[in-house]
């Protein structure tokens, strides 16, 4: 194995350890609202103060941790970068040519500001990728605005307005198009999008969707992500 690879597989483990440790707090985290609602029936004030003390201070420890885990994907910028676009090229190609793409599941977290894409690729790895909620919801109005203007969007649409603003609210300077790929694919796993049967590289609504529908669905889907830090 390469020294670019080996570098690539543990910055990937790295953000795995990072997940792991996020979902076992939040069990934690779960268990404490628990006790909370317990007590509720109890009448027990001074419990419910003390337990709602100790989530504050876990969420507190959460934005900590995804802090670290972003000062961690920074130190590792480069190679990190040059995986997610190898990726996503191999699933532009896979998706052109007709095979089946690298993911298998995606799972969707909002912790604080900032939403959390977990990527899972049959080959066991996991891609982590956060794109600040302000700059998803960005990406979403600039992605109905071509929707509603051609019935269909690109990646390279919605970069070509929002290159800058990614490169200045995210982490993905030298590679500003992932942020607005992996927002569509999560869309498109959620069944919110389709990929166009003329044009690959088109997304559409879903037969069953609207553009009028899309504000509450984006909503809707943000609210479903806070609630995973929970489960």
Known sequence: MSANSSKIVLCSSANESFANLITSINQDKSSLLQQIQTKAVNGDIRGIRTLANQVERI????????????????????????????????????KQSGQTPSEESMKVLAIGDILRVETFGSDGRMFSNRIPIPLFRQIMSTTLKFIDKQYYVKVSDVLEELKEEIIDQSNYKKSPRIPIYIAFKMLEYKNIFKVSEKNSHHYELDNNISSSDMPRIIDNLLVEAKMQQIR
């Open 59 to 94: 969420e507190d420890f959460l934005k900590r941790i995804m802090e670290l885990e972003n000062d961690w994907n920074i130190i590792m910028g480069d190679k990190e970068d040059k995986g997610k676009e190898e990726q996503l090229q191999q699933n532009e190609e896979g």
